[in-house]
Every structure is written in structure tokens, then in C-alpha cells.
């Protein structure tokens, strides 16, 4: 791990890394061990603060319960259409030691932005594989209710999804475009404020997913 931030240091021209993401977890490794590395790599200052994906709840406890320089960031799956492991485990954990939530795959790759509202309007879309695992009568139910909040306040499904979030106690969702015009939606989405009405009709229409 030294060597990969010291690669990492040296491609960068930097001295030290502001928020370094320990990405995937090594289940092999134990949480004593790579908690170990990473004090001696911030004592060292190579690195300012860290921050933890793709871990079990368990083992990211484990983490926060032994370390001095305790995570500042999380990064983890959730949306409207993947919300029980955030919002069971995650969430609570994130505030309990007062770290930020960073949540992938946000507009569920691409399910989320309105453009697909039955099964048939993912034939032959370049997105087809990674959205398949989504189609459901109940994923399809939870974005004609986006679609029609969307309307009601006059923005993007995309902005309302979004919002939805960090209302829900997320730090900054992570959405991908595919074009600059859609760039807009995303920056709207701190901006819009839904009524406590409208969140609870989106967290209604996606508590099967909950």
C-alpha cells in the first residue's frame, strides 16, 4: 500500500494526498493490519485523510472502532432503487462518527433519469446491461412517481432523484453524464428544495427497495 501512494505521489507531482480512498476492501487482510498502514502513512503526511468504499458494515466499524485518524468519507451504493444497506447500516454509521456519504451508481445507471419507463425502452440503449439488473414492475412504479414530482416542480427527474438524496442525509451523490447539456440537472439538484409531501411520496413509492 506504501508503494501505490508513493506511485500515486509521484504521478501527481504532489507531496501529499488530501483524501485518499481506500477503494475495495481485501477481506484476507485484516482491519488491524490496514489500519495500521494507513496511521503510518498519515503520521508520515502522505496522506491528510481517508476514506472507505466498498466494505461490509462490519468490517467498516471494525475500522472506525480501531483507528485514531477515524474515515471522514464513506462511499457507497444508493438510490431510490438501492436504498436497505445505506440507509440501515451506512447512514447511521457515517453520523455516529460524523462522516461524509458519498453514494455511487446515485441515478441507478441511468434507471433514474425518466427516460425508461417500461422494459421495452431499454432495447438495443447502450446502457442495457448495466440497467437490466434494475427492471422490475416496482423499479418502473418508482419512476413514474419521480417522473410526476418532476413535473409538478418543473425539473429533471434527474434533479429530483438527486435531491431526494441529499435531503436523506447524503453528502454529495455521484452521477455521471454522457453529455454537457446534461450537466444542468445534476448542478440543480442542491438547489431544489421538495416539500416533505413530495420526499415522502419518492421514499413511499421505493420502499420496496428499502
Known amino acids: 500500500m506504501q508503494a501505490a501512494v508513493e506511485e500515486s505521489l509521484t504521478r501527481l507531482g504532489a507531496d501529499y494526498i488530501d483524501l485518499y480512498y481506500l477503494h475495495y476492501d481485501d477481506p484476507e487482510v485484516p482491519v488491524a493490519e ?74 441507478a445507471s441511468g434507471m433514474l433519469t425518466g427516460k425508461y419507463r417500461k422494459a421495452e425502452d431499454l432495447d438495443g440503449v447502450k446502457r442495457q446491461d448495466m440497467t437490466s439488473g434494475y427492471v422490475s414492475a416496482e423499479a418502473f412504479h418508482v419512476v413514474d412517481e419521480l417522473v410526476a414530482v418532476a413535473e409538478e416542480v418543473g425539473a429533471a427527474p434527474t434533479t429530483v ?37 413530495q420526499l415522502d411520496r419518492l421514499t413511499q413509492a421505493s420502499a420496496h427497495f428499502a
Open 34 to 107: 490496514q489500519v495500521e498502514t494507513f496511521e503510518k502513512l498519515v503520521e508520515a503526511g502522505k496522506i491528510r485523510a481517508i476514506g472507505l468504499s466498498n466494505f461490509t458494515p462490519e468490517r467498516m466499524r471494525e475500522w472506525f472502532e480501531l483507528a485514531d485518524t477515524k474515515p471522514v468519507a464513506l462511499q457507497v451504493q444508493y438510490s431510490l432503487l438501492h436504498r436497505a444497506e445505506f440507509e440501515q447500516s451506512f447512514l447511521p454509521l457515517a453520523r455516529e462518527y460524523n462522516a461524509a456519504t458519498f453514494s455511487y451508481f446515485a441515478l
Open 161 to 197: 432523484g438527486l435531491a431526494w438524496q441529499l435531503a436523506r442525509g447524503v453528502t454529495a451523490p455521484i452521477a455521471s453524464v454522457s453529455k454537457v447539456s446534461q450537466l444542468d440537472a445534476l448542478m440543480a439538484a442542491p438547489k431544489l428544495e421538495l416539500s416533505e409531501a
